[in-house]
């Protein structure tokens, strides 16, 4: 049984960006030779560090969501730990929760209930 997975990886900064997209597509292919499917990806560009890595204060942020046997991990893993254009890497398993509200937060649903909590709150009272 495949299990639903999400990792955040972060490229060194000193890439192009021709650079920095062969090394996702590299990441990309990886999974999909290995049996992974993609269930979305996130581009999240140049941001700042938290704190410095490598004495560097920016990186190329890269989200992926796909479904993969548990096999597949321990490959990405090593290919990650392999590459010197990753700085930081972190995969996590997802539960049942956690899909939902991903797919909610891809469908734009996030948030919508508290707005509408808001709009009613701020409703006049009727007499």
Known sequence: MNNQYETVFIL??????????????????????????????????LRKLAYPIQKKNTGFYNLMEYTAPGNVIALLDT???????????????LDKHAIAYNEKKRKGLMNKQKEAAIDESQKPAEA
Do not use: Y
């Open 12 to 45: 060194t900064p000193i890439l192009s960006e021709a650079q920095m997209r062969d090394a996702v597509d590299k990441f990309r292919k990886i999974l999909t030779d290995n049996g992974a499917e993609l269930v979305h990806e996130e581009d999240w560009g």
């Open 79 to 93: 290919e990650f730990r392999r590459d010197e254009r990753v700085i930081r890497h972190m995969t996590v398993a």
